[in-house]
């Protein structure tokens, strides 16, 4: 499995914009498909956008499609989320993981990040 590490979480009012990193160890990183979901306090955890090995396919929820871009630096193990024009209803912790295809399926993913707290005031 690849340990997970994300950061870049804060409080940004409403329309503004945050770029969450996601770094990965070990020589397998490039091996794994990523993906990032968001959990706010009562919720289930929800997919948010995932990206392929090579970085080539990208997968995003529709309720951020457009706003958010996935990609990955396989040279740096790492993988962003640049979120744009962000609303109050995208609150919430943000974690990035593993998986060995993409999907939006949360139980396809391995390996977990601990968690970045995103706060969007309105």
């Known amino acids: 499995q690849v340990q997970l590490v994300e950061s870049g979480g804060g409080l940004v009012q409403a329309g503004g914009s945050l770029r969450l990193s996601c770094a990965g160890s070990?020589?397998?990183?490039?091996?794994?498909?990523m993906g990032w979901f968001r959990q706010a306090p009562g919720k289930e955890r929800e997919f948010v956008a995932a990206?392929?090995?090579?970085?080539?396919?990208?997968s995003y929820a529709d309720s951020v499609k457009g706003r958010f871009t996935i990609s990955r630096d396989n040279a740096k193990n790492t993988v962003l989320l640049q979120m744009n024009s962000l609303k109050p209803e995208d609150t919430a912790v943000y974690y990035c993981?593993?998986?060995?295809?993409?999907?939006?399926?949360?139980?396809?993913?391995?390996?977990w990040g601990q968690g970045t707290q995103v706060t969007v005031s309105s």
């Open positions: 990206i392929s090995r090579g970085g080539s396919v990208t």
């Open positions: 070990g020589r397998t990183f490039s091996t794994y498909c």
């Open positions: 993981a593993a998986a060995p295809r993409i999907t939006a399926d949360v139980e396809a993913f391995g390996s």
